[in-house]
């Protein structure tokens, strides 16, 4: 929320640049060793909190009436890391008139 009424970025440039910016941090210190699988999870856990927060500032965002580009289909097995990589390409996609 500070992040949101601090800055002038939208929702959608908060997830594209700084949460994101700081999973790749969190993914570097995974790789080299210096974080560990529990630390990436809860930073998962996290980064899918602030989407879910910032999720209905974006649909109030959007362009009523705009068309949609189309339907795009994602899955992961649930409760995998990987799940809060798809939930942000969903919300990406969905912020960009994909049906998700």
């Not at 992040?3 to 700084?18: F, H």
């Not at 790789?31 to 930073?43: C, D, N, R």
């Not at 990589?85 to 998700?100: D, E």
């Amino acid at each position: 929320e500070e992040c949101r009424t601090a800055t002038n970025l939208a929702p959608i440039q908060i997830i594209e640049g700084p949460l994101l910016d700081a999973m790749g941090i969190v993914g570097d210190l995974f790789g080299s060793g210096k974080m560990f699988l529990p630390q990436v999870i809860k930073s998962a856990r996290v980064m899918k909190k602030a989407v879910a927060y910032l999720t209905p500032f974006i649909e109030a965002s959007k362009i009523k009436g705009a068309s949609n580009k189309g339907t795009v289909v994602l899955a992961t097995v649930k409760g995998d890391v990987h799940d809060i990589g798809k939930n942000i390409v969903g919300v990406v996609l969905g912020c960009n008139n994909y049906r998700v």
